[in-house]
């Protein structure tokens, strides 16, 4: 497996990671399903504001404990993306990958 | 709060932070401060970063060596400040910019960080503003700006981290004989003090007293609140 899929395996492991965290809090009926297609913010948003931010910062979190890297998501960038990186599973993953590639540049 | 409570204090160069350093340190806390310029105190329980506190990425590079080493944050202290006398009219833009990034900015981004670092266990967060502020003092202006900005971060800082179990509150001190207000000519602070209900310079102890009411475990029930020294 190639340096690319590992990235986003852990990314992917993050951001379930994380769901576990916020399904702690849920009822059995609402659990967050841990499918790329989840979606997460904006129309059709599974969380609200704060589980996202939970969720946000346990992913942070996460890959700083598993790859070393300091990783901000919410930054400048991804907020004033016009489709934003956290509105599914995927379009996060991706997103993490990105980072987790620019903070190993630096 | 254990004696394994680690606490984070920005400015501890000097003046009130340096003496809140010592003072936690003294009382068995895990003390982590911070400063541009190394610092010559030293004790077991503490541990010193020269960081500049409105540069994003050193104070994140600060965090995430706290992280790694002590694993979380139990309170947060953001102290350091500058202030600069002046007129509104002789205000170099220059000097606006270096006090909001110090002041504000600063405390931004220590409560942020140090938040990332209480959200699984609570925590609290206290931050500096000032008397200038609701006294409205001439001469002041970018100085008592910049502090009624860490007034509205503190009151919002508090709805926002309540679900996490982290109080923001601040303390307001009067003046106190440190380097901030060394070149203020003194007729200039007897007037302010003449304008406190308690005419007198403040003293360390009045500012470490507010800050161990807001730690005290007793205190999980105080958030979003500015208490001014001196019956101002």
């Known amino acids: 497996m ?24 849920r009822s059995s009926d609402k659990l967050l399903k841990k499918e790329e297609t989840t ?53 996060l993953a991706d997103y993490v990958v990105t980072k987790i590639e620019e903070s190993s540049r630096d | 709060m254990t004696n394994e409570t680690i606490m984070v204090i920005t400015g501890t160069r000097k003046g009130i932070g340096r003496y809140l350093a010592e003072y936690y340190c003294q009382r068995g806390y895990q003390v982590v401060g911070c400063s541009r ?11 010193h970063f020269c960081v500049d506190v409105a540069n994003e990425d050193e104070v994140r590079g600060m965090f995430y060596d706290i992280k790694r080493e002590l694993g979380h944050v139990d309170i947060m202290i953001n102290n350091a400040g ?28 220590f409560c942020r960080e140090s938040a990332k670092l209480m959200r699984r266990s609570g925590g609290r967060i206290v931050n500096f503003a000032t008397v200038a502020t609701p006294l409205n003092l001439e001469g002041e202006a970018i100085y008592a700006a910049s502090k009624a900005a860490i007034e509205s971060l503190t009151r919002v800082l508090a709805r926002e981290l309540a679900p996490f179990r982290i109080t923001a509150n601040a303390v307001g001190p009067t003046p106190v004989k440190t380097d ?50 001196g019956g101002v």
């Open chain 1, 2 to 25: 190639d340096a690319g899929n590992d990235k986003r395996r852990e990314a992917l492991n993050a951001i379930y990671f994380a769901m576990d965290q916020i399904n702690a809090e």
């Open chain 2, 82 to 109: 500058i202030a600069s006398m002046n007129h509104v009219l002789l205000t170099p833009m220059k000097t606006v910019q270096d006090i909001f990034d110090t002041n504000f900015i600063g405390t931004f981004l």
């Open chain 2, 180 to 229: 901030l207000i060394r070149s203020v000519p003194e007729h200039k602070m007897a007037a302010l003090l003449s304008r406190q209900a308690i005419r007198r310079y403040g003293e360390f102890r009045d500012i470490s007293n507010v800050v161990d009411f807001f730690i005290k475990p007793e205190s999980d029930f105080v958030s979003g609140q500015v208490i001014f020294l």
């Open chain 2, 37 to 47: 310029e190394e610092s010559n105190f030293s004790h077991s329980h503490y541990r």
């Open chain 1, 39 to 91: 979606h997460l913010f904006g129309i059709g948003a599974n969380m609200d504001s704060l589980e996202l931010v939970t969720l946000v910062l346990a992913v942070e979190s996460r890959v700083s404990n598993q790859l070393g890297v300091a990783v901000t998501l919410a930054d400048e960038k991804a907020m004033s993306q016009r489709n934003s990186p956290f509105l599914t599973v995927k379009t």
